[in-house]
């Protein structure tokens, strides 16, 4: 407990600093990559501080002249600096809206223009999605958790279908992603930071255009394969 306890002053510490820094360089994520320097060195500075070894496969499937829609699976506050400490193209999240509250931590999401979603608006939440369809085409990939939430045992959920919508309206390629593990790093509900290995896959890119008649297809055929690339949890 007190191993964690001083992990957590670390991560708050870490992640205060960085977020400062995001919003006080806000201005210059228009023209520069100032976000993505930032919460990538955010991300690995966790990583480290927590303990959690990536074991990451599927990297050549990232073309770095192309951008994605990137559709993970969800289990731990842990998946966003795995992710973003692990993929070096720019990525842009979609979150839902309370994240922005946050003081400091929230300012630094509204700073790098994520995606930030209303989920009981849907006027609101469909404005979003059309500005995650610009970044997409000015060369911006996107990361969905089309679970909506993170998973309490690891378990997959049923996917949400708004990711998929945006693949569909854009025509870009789908990569899914299959984190395994994270779940133990730090459970939902439960105070503790374990360091464990966790697996990161990446699977082949989906092309949207073998889907565009039969949408439930579509998302069930992107969930197994990341069912599929889960690999067993090793501590």
């Given at each position: 407990m007190f191993l964690t306890i001083i992990k957590i002053i670390m991560i708050v510490v870490v992640t205060t600093f960085w977020s400062i820094l995001a919003v006080i360089t806000g201005p210059l994520n228009f023209g520069l990559p100032a976000y993505h320097l930032i919460s990538t060195t955010w991300a690995k500075q966790l990583i480290w501080i927590s303990g959690v070894k990536i074991e990451a496969t599927g990297l050549e499937n990232i073309d770095p002249e192309k951008n994605y829609v990137f559709i993970s699976n969800h289990a731990s506050l842990f998946d966003i600096p795995i992710l973003l400490s692990i993929i070096k193209c720019e990525i842009k999240m979609v979150a839902k809206k309370e994240l922005v509250y946050i003081p400091i931590f929230g300012w630094s999401l509204w700073a790098g223009r994520y995606i930030l979603i209303d989920r009981n608006d849907m006027r609101k939440s469909f404005k979003a999605m059309k500005n995650a369809e610009k970044k997409l085409r000015k060369g911006t990939s996107i990361l969905i958790f089309p679970e909506g939430t993170r998973s309490s045992d690891g378990e997959i959920q049923s996917f949400k279908k708004g990711g998929f919508y945006l693949a569909l309206q854009t025509g870009f390629d789908i990569l899914p992603v299959s984190i395994s593990g994270s779940n133990?790093?730090?459970?939902?509900?439960?105070?503790?930071?374990?360091?464990?290995?966790?697996?990161?896959?990446?699977?082949e890119p989906i092309a949207v255009k073998e889907y565009k008649r039969n949408k439930d297809e579509f998302i069930d055929s992107v969930r197994n394969v990341i069912i599929s690339n889960l690999k067993e949890e090793i501590v």
């Open positions: 133990t790093v730090m459970p939902k509900n439960k105070f503790r930071i374990t360091p464990v290995k966790v697996h990161l896959v990446i699977g």
